[in-house]
């Protein structure tokens, strides 16, 4: 089953606004990953982050590793019509372990 | 650069029959995964290997699941017999080693069992 949970499960927005979700585990994890899944594609990295406290940036994206490395979330500025998609974080509990376990998603709706 | 290819993209099939997918991971990548994704359950993970050897499967949901790795090159994941509750998309990826945690999905095998 599920370690991570995610949250919100999903939000309509208007195009132009900002959005912020955001991924909890009770367990430790080292590293921690946003994808973005198109409708009728796999998953795509997004960012990915591996020290607590790390803040890293992509374009309009930001992410957060959480300093007790039990969080992280994911900010999108001044949203876009292609931004629509549904956005999963992800986490290994041992960094290159292979072993790598995904939130359920949040499913993003951007109105023009 | 060819990504990961898996087929049959869609398959419709009866309760009781087998199912076999196939998946072709990028060519280099040490690591192959499979996971199933559903509405109820998200993305879960099933099996993976690490330079063809099954490391994991301890999500793999029942016997009726079985994936090999014959080579670096080919995995199947295979359904027998099938149950329209195994009805999800199936996504396999890879991934090199050391890539920190970054997989490269295909585009998944969409499966109805009715």
């Known amino acids: 089953g599920q370690q991570l949970n995610q949250s919100p499960q999903s939000m309509f927005i208007q195009e132009g606004e900002d959005v912020s979700m955001n991924c909890t585990s009770s367990?430790?994890?080292?590293?921690w990953l946003w994808y973005k899944q198109d409708p009728g594609e796999g998953p795509v990295l997004l960012i990915a982050?591996?020290?607590?406290?790390e803040l890293t940036s992509n374009g309009r994206l930001t992410a957060q590793f959480g300093i007790t490395r039990k969080d992280s979330f994911l900010n999108i500025s001044a949203s876009i019509p292609s931004d629509v998609g549904i956005y999963f974080c992800?986490?290994?509990?041992?960094?290159?372990?292979?072993?790598?376990?995904f939130g359920a998603g949040t499913r993003l709706t951007v109105k023009p | 650069d060819a990504g990961v290819i898996q087929s049959p993209r869609h398959e419709v099939t009866e309760m009781g029959q087998e199912v076999t997918l196939r998946c072709k991971p990028i060519?280099?990548?040490?690591?192959l995964f499979w996971y199933r994704q559903t509405m109820m359950r998200g993305l879960e993970l099933l099996i993976y290997?690490?330079?063809?050897?099954?490391?994991?499967d301890s999500g793999m949901p029942e016997d009726r699941f079985s994936a090999k790795m014959p080579n670096a090159s080919f995995s199947t994941l295979k359904i027998q017999p099938s149950e329209p509750r195994d009805s999800a998309v199936y996504f396999c990826?890879?991934?090199?080693?050391?890539?920190?945690?970054?997989?490269?999905f295909g585009e998944g095998s969409r499966l109805t069992v009715l």
């Open positions: 990826a890879s991934s090199p080693t050391g890539a920190g945690g970054e997989l490269f």
């Open positions: 367990s430790i994890f080292n590293t």
């Open positions: 982050l591996y020290k607590a406290g």
């Open positions: 992800a986490g290994q509990r041992v960094r290159d372990n292979n072993d790598m376990r």
């Open positions: 060519s280099g990548h040490n690591s």
């Open positions: 290997f690490n330079n063809n050897v099954p490391i994991d």
